[in-house]
């Protein structure tokens, strides 16, 4: 059993959780719920270890794993009794293929060499790795890296899993795949804390504890997003026209990371810069790739991209004149290492800008994932004449934060139309699109 008793936590002076009391028995998957900023992600962390040992905070009260105080374990040794899965993949990435990850986990548990690849093959299969292990994991989709660190935890296969968003990003096929793993674990007497919006969770959880709303949450200027202020045309930093253009030329295109297949193959297509595309497809498609080719991130291996009739030759920060481009790793969309210092690094390219007012300016680190992206996603409505590329906007966000986003993207998509978007969590709003592209095969084709 899983105890915390009298357990709060505080950030310098500011108290983020208190007087918390929970049991959580084996055999059980228990739902951690509350809005962004609420503590979920802290609350994980304290139980990993990350918080005081990694993350610097005060904390009070006992954590207990049967008869052991987690506290008095340090981090390094924690392995030994739990997995936790991050909600930003990206930092528990660090190996060249897939294969070493799942091999460096084991080998951290002392496992018998002759053990180590036929448990590797199990839960590659599991998670339909199988063909991926010696591809690097970044070049994986955001779904994959999530079904790789699954992967993981499912080879060491510690008594108490802590999960925070484990289904953010998952398209339905690795969603089902995620639950049934969830299932199978609690069957195997497992505890299995899961922090996640995603309301498929309450299906299978056996309890809940929903934490309070934040009393001192970061103040973010939530106003920016609200329709009836969106009047911004004299805050434009970089106007494209509303004169249907095209944008984009894609002409015979192909391209693959080293040691796998083709993503896209012979794909041509052209993109206005008025129109509105979502842009679907599986985990592991290509639709965050091709963003990344769009913006000159990556080169093609074969064909070319022209935009506004210049072909793109990589990275060239005079070609954000025409696109705003987010992608998908919410810390890849951070300047800086404070709220603050974010919004001052934007001040720097537009002067427009109003000055950001807050009492405290944070740091990334104390923030959580749906405030960072929040952060990120401030300076959206001052670019409201820009072509938006935005891979998975939705990812991280409570229900009050996703609903405000996607007003936002309604008033864009009718005033100032011009947006690429991939999110899972916009399937059931096509009417904000002109077009819906979905990415199977190698190729694109529009669905009806």
């Not at 093959?121 to 999530?146: H, I, V, W």
């Not at 995620?178 to 959880?205: M, R, T």
């Not at 963003?291 to 291996?301: E, M, Q, S």
Request: proline letters at 5%.
């Amino acid at each position: 059993m899983l105890i915390l008793k009298d357990f709060g936590i505080s950030f310098a002076e500011r108290k983020l959780l208190d007087d918390i009391n929970l049991k959580i028995p084996e055999g059980c998957i228990f739902h951690l719920k509350g809005p962004n900023a609420s503590g979920k992600s802290s609350l994980l962390n304290a139980i990993s270890g990350i918080i005081p040992e990694y993350v610097k905070a005060k904390t009070t009260g006992n954590i207990l794993l049967g008869n052991m105080d987690l506290q008095t374990i340090p981090l390094k040794e924690k392995y030994h009794y739990l997995w936790h899965q991050l909600s930003d993949t990206e930092a528990q990435l660090f190996f060249p293929d897939c294969l070493s990850e799942l091999a460096f986990a084991l080998e951290h548990i002392a496992l018998p060499p002759e053990m180590i690849i036929p448990k590797i093959n199990l839960a590659a299969g599991q998670f339909g790795l199988e063909n991926m292990l010696y591809r690097d994991p970044s070049t994986l989709s955001g779904g994959e890296k999530k079904l790789l660190l699954c992967a993981v935890a499912e080879t060491i296969n510690p008594l108490l899993l802590l999960l925070d968003e484990p289904l953010n990003g998952l398209d339905k096929q690795a969603t089902d795949l995620v639950l049934k793993w969830l299932k199978s674990k609690k069957e195997q007497g497992k505890i299995i804390i899961v922090a996640d919006h995603n309301p498929l969770i309450d299906a299978i959880v056996d309890g809940s504890f929903t934490l309070p709303e934040n009393p001192r949450p970061l103040k973010l200027d939530n106003s920016l997003f609200m329709k009836t202020d969106l009047n911004l045309q004299n805050k434009q930093d970089c106007a494209v026209g509303h004169l249907p253009e095209v944008l984009y030329n894609i002409e015979e295109l192909s391209f693959a990371y080293p040691n796998a297949e083709l993503l896209v193959k012979d794909l041509s297509l052209n993109i206005m810069n008025t129109e509105n595309i979502l842009l679907q497809g599986k985990n592991g498609a290509g639709k965050s790739t091709l963003l990344k080719l769009l913006t000159g991130l990556l080169k093609p291996g074969k064909g070319k991209i022209s935009l506004k009739g210049k072909q793109l030759q990589g990275l060239d920060s005079k070609n954000f004149a025409h696109f705003y481009y987010q992608s998908q790793i919410t810390r890849e969309n951070l300047l800086g290492i404070s709220v603050k210092q974010n919004w001052l690094f934007w001040q720097l390219a537009i002067l427009e800008l109003n000055d950001l007012t807050l009492k405290e300016d944070p740091l990334f680190t104390e923030l959580s994932a749906g405030q960072q992206k929040m952060v990120s996603q401030q300076i959206l409505p001052y670019l409201l004449s820009k072509f938006w590329i935005l891979d998975e906007p939705f990812a991280s966000l409570d229900e009050n934060a996703s609903k405000q986003l996607l007003q936002l993207l309604q008033y864009k998509s009718q005033n100032y139309p011009g947006m690429l978007i991939v999110s899972h969590f916009l399937e059931e709003h096509r009417e904000l699109f002109d077009r819906v592209l979905s990415l199977r095969n190698q190729t694109l084709q529009e669905e009806k």
